[in-house]
């Protein structure tokens, strides 16, 4: 069967290598994939073209397609391909709004009572500032729309607060900030059936100690030591099961993979996110101890058969981390040659990678990731640095601290 993944980065990457492992994956395609995807054919087309990506499936006789972008999803791609009668992995346009807008996502929350951070809504910057003039700090602003990871403020101060409310365009939400440990969840939903995969811890922030700007995340390390089995099964009570549930209440069903952005309050876990796809980084560590087999396990979500044993995880820990453009997320340089020092004990996720001949350059602000694996945290922890260190390009950033606060937490 040949097969199609939607999408370019690293967490595309990881995906492909998991459905390699299968031998009745035939052909695996990438569109449009990126020059160090060895293991597929990277196919040239838009993704957001939906009568160039149904040609492409139908010239090539594609069984199975995984759209993972949120661009893509968002703009219906999946309600496109289905109606060819291509099988899809991933939410239709209308159940992919819980990721691509803020506010339909928190009215869900609001609606069936899913635990959430407390909100308003605004449309006018007027109304906005003038609540900001006694909420209380810090406060968090967020963008309606899909901004790849970056449209979260965190203000510690009223000018902060200001300044973010002024640079939003449309309507956008300002909640409380929510204190607690923040876990990543990622979740296979048939439509009311949810297999949760393994927890990760992601690392948003740019810089060490997690300063610097939201990036698209810069590493990520699984399992995530705060959430304990008790925190799961409230997880499913309260959060994931209702979820689910209420999307088939309000008639669109969701299917495929539901991330869900947790923070672990004193009260209790709290949805932070919603995103309707795989998560990038979290799906290079948490792919990195699956032991069943990927491709089953999606099929089972697109055939309505998803049951509890359709994924298992073997002991041990992962960290990944990711290798930037110096600049990231904000200018940064491209074409610089990507050296990698042979032997690497350790699996590299190519992302913002190019060919320049038959070298390889950088070509986008998170370039590539690092993935390894160990019987604890630290042992993960230690091979990927170690074999980070064997990636040279210039300019080159990564943080060094992936996983450290984690760590802290599994030594108490």
């Known amino acids: 069967m040949n097969i199609l993944v939607i999408g370019s980065g690293g967490r595309e990457h990881a995906i492909i290598k998991k459905l390699k492992e299968n031998p009745a994956a035939g052909v695996i395609y990438a569109l449009p994939g990126n020059a160090g995807m060895a293991e597929a054919v990277c196919v040239p087309l838009d993704p957001l073209d939906p009568s160039e990506v149904t040609a492409f499936c139908r010239d090539m006789a594609i069984g199975f397609c995984i759209v993972t972008p949120e661009d893509p999803l968002a703009k219906g791609l999946v309600d496109v391909l289905e109606t060819e009668g291509i099988t899809c992995l991933g939410p239709t346009r209308a159940a992919a709004a819980i990721e691509s807008?803020?506010?339909?996502?928190?009215?869900?929350?609001?609606?069936?009572?899913?635990?959430?951070?407390?909100?308003?809504?605004?449309s006018g910057k007027e109304d906005a500032l003038?609540?900001?003039?006694?909420?209380?700090?810090?406060?968090?602003?967020?963008?309606?729309?899909?901004?790849?990871?970056?449209?979260?403020?965190?203000?510690?101060?009223?000018?902060?607060a200001r300044s973010a409310?002024?640079?939003?365009?449309?309507?956008?939400?300002?909640?409380?900030?929510?204190?607690?440990?923040?876990?990543?969840?990622?979740?296979?939903?048939?439509?009311?059936?949810?297999?949760?995969?393994?927890?990760?811890?992601?690392h948003k922030r740019a810089l060490d100690e997690d300063k610097g700007p939201?990036?698209?995340?810069?590493?990520?390390?699984?399992?995530?030591?705060?959430?304990?089995l008790e925190i799961k099964h409230r997880c499913m009570r309260d959060v994931y099961l209702p979820t689910a549930r209420a999307m088939v209440k309000e008639g669109i069903p969701f299917r495929g993979c539901l991330f869900f952005g947790l923070i672990l309050t004193k009260d209790g876990p709290k949805v932070l996110e919603y995103n309707a796809r795989f998560g990038d980084p979290e799906t290079q560590a948490v792919l990195a101890?699956?032991?069943?087999?990927?491709?089953?396990?999606?099929?089972?979500?697109?055939?309505?058969?998803?049951?509890?044993?359709?994924?298992?995880?073997?002991?041990?820990?992962?960290?990944?981390?990711?290798?930037?453009?110096?600049?990231?997320?904000?200018?940064?340089?491209?074409?610089?040659?990507?050296?990698?020092?042979?032997?690497?004990?350790?699996?590299?996720?190519?992302?913002?990678?190019?060919?320049?001949?038959?070298?390889?350059?950088?070509?986008?602000?998170?370039?590539?990731?690092?993935?390894?694996?160990?019987?604890?945290?630290?042992?993960?922890?230690?091979?990927?640095?170690?074999?980070?260190?064997?990636?040279?390009?210039?300019?080159?950033?990564?943080?060094?601290?992936?996983?450290?606060?984690?760590?802290?937490?599994?030594?108490?």
């Open 165 to 202: 409310v002024r640079s939003m365009v449309g309507p956008f939400i300002i909640e409380e900030c929510l204190v607690g440990h923040e876990v990543s969840v990622l979740t296979l939903v048939d439509g009311e059936n949810v297999v949760p995969l393994l927890s990760a811890t992601d």
């Open 101 to 122: 807008s803020k506010l339909f996502a928190k009215r869900l929350m609001q609606k069936y009572r899913i635990p959430t951070a407390a909100w308003q809504t605004f």
């Open 289 to 412: 101890l699956m032991d069943s087999d990927l491709l089953s396990a999606l099929q089972a979500v697109t055939d309505g058969t998803l049951a509890a044993d359709s994924v298992s995880f073997r002991a041990g820990h992962a960290c990944c981390v990711v290798a930037a453009s110096g600049g990231y997320p904000g200018a940064f340089e491209k074409g610089l040659p990507i050296h990698i020092e042979e032997p690497l004990e350790a699996t590299v996720h190519m992302a913002g990678v190019a060919n320049n001949g038959e070298q390889l350059v950088t070509a986008g602000g998170r370039v590539l990731s690092v993935t390894a694996t160990g019987d604890t945290l630290e042992a993960a922890r230690k091979a990927a640095y170690r074999e980070m260190a064997k990636v040279h390009f210039d300019n080159m950033h990564y943080r060094r601290d992936i996983g450290a606060q984690a760590l802290l937490i599994g030594k108490e």
């Open 214 to 228: 939201n990036t698209g995340g810069m590493g990520a390390v699984a399992p995530s030591p705060f959430y304990t």
């Open 130 to 160: 003038s609540f900001l003039d006694s909420c209380a700090l810090p406060i968090v602003i967020k963008a309606d729309g899909l901004l790849k990871g970056k449209g979260v403020i965190v203000a510690d101060t009223r000018g902060e």
